[in-house]
């Protein structure tokens, strides 16, 4: 009964946010529709592929830097070091590819046609 309550209430607040929607001339933005459809495609495809890159790129630096810790024990502070600071210059990567996919969605397209 709780999980029903809980998706009425989410589904209470999805209808109530949409409903500006319902008072938009139909007219007004069909023909910025196919580009807004495609911002929001590409943008999305940035980051996708920008949080699978990071992603991958962080798992082969924390397994090359465990590999180096392993045989090499004693430069364990150094190898340490090093990896936190390539992890973090690849995370902003992905934070630079999440800001440009929200310029990409955010751009007001109507204005610059």
Same mark, same amino acid.
Do not use: H
């Given at each position: 009964?709780?999980?029903?309550?809980?998706?009425?209430?989410?589904?209470?607040?999805?209808?109530?946010?949409?409903?500006?929607?319902?008072? #938009?001339?139909?007219?007004?933005?069909?023909?910025?529709?196919?580009?807004?459809?495609?911002?929001?495609?590409?943008?999305?495809?940035?980051?996708?592929?920008?949080?699978?890159?990071?992603?991958?790129? #962080?798992?082969?630096?924390?397994?090359?830097?465990?590999?180096?810790?392993?045989?090499?024990?004693?430069?364990?502070?150094?190898?340490?070091?090093?990896?936190?600071?390539?992890?973090?210059?690849?995370?902003?990567?992905?934070?630079?590819?999440?800001?440009?996919?929200?310029?990409?969605?955010?751009? #007001?397209?109507?204005?610059?046609?």
């Amino acid at each position: 009964m709780k999980k029903l309550r809980a998706l009425a209430l989410l589904l209470f607040f999805v209808l109530l946010a949409g409903s500006p929607l319902l008072a #938009q001339e139909a007219g007004a933005a069909a023909d910025r529709a196919p580009l807004y459809k495609l911002s929001i495609i590409v943008g999305g495809a940035v980051i996708t592929l920008a949080a699978a890159a990071g992603a991958f790129c #962080q798992a082969k630096a924390i397994s090359s830097a465990c590999e180096g810790i392993s045989r090499n024990p004693g430069s364990a502070p150094t190898i340490r070091f090093i990896m936190v600071f390539g992890l973090v210059l690849i995370e902003t990567l992905v934070i630079y590819a999440l800001l440009i996919a929200i310029v990409i969605l955010m751009i #007001q397209w109507g204005n610059y046609t």
